[in-house]
């Protein structure tokens, strides 16, 4: 099983920027991929972004392409999430997320991932 810990939500206002940080711990070496979902009040949890450990490949909702990036740090088993020009809509719990590999997987679903967080909060004011 991999640990996950998300850090950095907050609070900010419409048009600032936010970097979310997610440590992993335990059976990182199982790990393939990381992800970011959110989910807001009242709607299903949705994917945001995905990168692969080892080339990197990253994967985006188009909701927040162009604005939000993922990035990684292999050697501190982190990943982030920069997020730049912020919108009232983004407004939600973000978890990062855990995948091994297996071939087919596509790192857009909840189904593509099974070790997750417990979340940290982002309010975009307007």
């Known amino acids: 099983q991999v640990q996950l810990v998300e850090s950095g939500g907050g609070l900010v206002q419409a048009g600032d920027s936010l970097r979310l940080s997610c440590a992993a711990s335990?059976?990182?070496?199982?790990?393939?991929?990381m992800g970011w979902f959110r989910q807001a009040p009242g709607k299903e949890r949705e994917f945001v972004t995905a990168?692969?450990?080892?080339?990197?490949?990253?994967y985006y909702s188009d909701s927040v392409k162009g604005r939000f990036t993922i990035s990684k740090d292999n050697a501190k088993n982190t990943v982030y999430l920069q997020m730049n020009s912020l919108k009232p809509e983004d407004t939600a719990v973000y978890y990062c997320?855990?995948?091994?590999?297996?071939?087919?997987?596509?790192?857009?679903?909840?189904?593509?991932?099974?070790?997750w967080g417990q979340g940290t909060q982002v309010t975009v004011s307007s």
């Open positions: 990168i692969t450990w080892s080339s990197g490949t990253t």
């Open positions: 335990g059976r990182t070496f199982s790990s393939y991929a």
């Open positions: 997320a855990s995948g091994s590999f297996r071939y087919g997987r596509r790192w857009s679903t909840q189904e593509d991932f099974g070790s």
